[in-house]
Structure formats: C-alpha cells, structure tokens
C-alpha cells in the first residue's frame, strides 16, 4: 500500500523559509513522477513543483520558480521542497503526490497517490 507522509509545515513570517518532506513508502518510485500541490481557502488546488524520481528532472510553477526548490533523497525515499523568501500569498496547505508516469505531469488528476497535507502559514 502506498503512503506518502508530509511533514514540515508551520508558521514563518514573511521573507522566511520552510523545509517540507515526503516521506514515500509501498512500492518503487523510480518509475514515478513526485508532485507538490498547495490549496489555499477558497481555492482550487495547484501545481506547485514536481521531480522525476529517475534523473531529477524539475519543474516548477511561475509563481514559485527562483524561490523554491524540490530535490529527493533516493536512498530515504523521501521528497523535499525547499521554500525560500516565503510571501504571504504562500499560506496553503500542500500536499505531496505520485505519479506513475515519467512524462511532466502538472495536473491534480494525472496524480495517482497523495498525502494528507501539511499547513504553511506566512504572516505579514
């Protein structure tokens, strides 16, 4: 059975950063596309940053490139993202998924497993 456990999450002031992690278990993951995806209130879920587990080809979206950074740790089979100069608009919850897939994949539904999110907060 596949799990995938964030952790991380928290309250930092505006310009400050956070370290979340994925903690994936229940199968290999070297066939599979890693994604980040935050919802805010009120909101619809978004792509924020996705990985191939094989090679550590990145993407990320445009409100977030330059600022954070997503990695894995194949031998903890975990995933990071590294959230730098944080704004207030950040605050989600964010949620780490797998894709069974190789190709990018930035959309909610191409994701077949998911966590169960971990709170950012950003104050001003």
């Known amino acids: 059975q596949v799990q995938l456990v964030e952790s991380g999450g928290g309250l930092v002031q505006a310009g400050g950063s956070l370290r979340l992690s994925c903690a994936a278990s229940g199968r290999t993951f070297s066939s599979y596309t890693m994604g980040w995806f935050r919802q805010a209130p009120g909101k619809e879920r978004e792509f924020v940053a996705a990985i191939r587990w094989r090679g550590g080809s990145t993407y990320y979206a445009d409100s977030v490139k330059g600022r954070?950074?997503?990695?894995?740790?194949?031998?903890?089979?975990?995933?990071?993202?590294?959230?730098?100069?944080?704004?207030?608009?950040?605050?989600?919850?964010?949620?780490?998924?797998?894709?069974?897939t190789i190709r990018v994949v930035t959309r909610a539904y191409e994701y077949d497993y998911w966590g169960q999110g971990t709170q950012v907060t950003v104050s001003s």
């Open 68 to 100: 954070f950074t997503i990695s894995r740790d194949n031998a903890k089979n975990t995933v990071y993202l590294q959230m730098d100069s944080l704004r207030p608009e950040d605050t989600a919850v964010y949620y780490c998924a797998a894709a069974g």
